[in-house]
């Protein structure tokens, strides 16, 4: 009987642990992609928060009219405009999936007046939210400029 020499190939054993080690960078990857989609909400719905204070401050200066902006539950906010003695809403946007106002938010309004300049309800008023692990805070000035932390 001839014996033969190493054939070329790799044996069951070898296959396994390669499979092992990838499924184990997959799993660690997707773990990180997770936490990373879950920051990613937090950031997005900071930046569309500050980007609508930026906004109706804008259309406050150019059209003469007061705008403001009014948290209505814990992830709803509405945009509206004066008209006349009333608030006419022009949109209502919610924050992003798993990220909500952090209490107590109730009533928590910025409004801005023809000159651009603010008044808050409460005094001092800063927005803040979180998906329970991340927090970020939104704190409007009088002159309109806000800052993010």
């Known amino acids: 009987m001839k014996?033969?020499?190493h054939a070329a190939g790799f044996t069951l054993i070898e296959v396994f642990i390669v499979l092992a080690v990838f499924g184990i960078l997959a799993g660690l990857a997707s773990w990180g992609l997770a936490g990373?989609?879950?920051r990613e909400?937090?950031?997005s719905s900071v930046f569309t928060l500050q980007q609508d204070i930026n906004r109706i401050r804008?259309?406050?200066t150019k059209d003469g009219d007061s705008h403001r902006l009014t948290v209505l539950s814990g992830s709803q906010y509405a945009l509206a405009r004066?008209?006349?003695a009333t608030w006419v809403t022009q949109a209502t946007k919610t924050l992003s999936s798993g990220v909500a106002f952090v209490a107590p938010y109730?009533?928590?309004t910025v409004e801005f007046d023809s000159r651009g300049f603010a008044t808050f309800s409460p005094a001092g008023l800063t927005f803040r939210v979180s998906d329970g692990t991340t927090t970020k805070s939104v704190m409007p000035a009088m002159s309109g400029i806000s800052r993010v932390w």
Do not use: K, M
Request: proline share 0%.
């Open 41 to 43: 909400a937090v950031d």
């Open 106 to 108: 109730t009533n928590y």
């Open 3 to 5: 014996r033969r020499e």
């Open 58 to 60: 804008t259309e406050a």
């Open 36 to 38: 990373l989609r879950q």
């Open 82 to 84: 004066r008209s006349g």
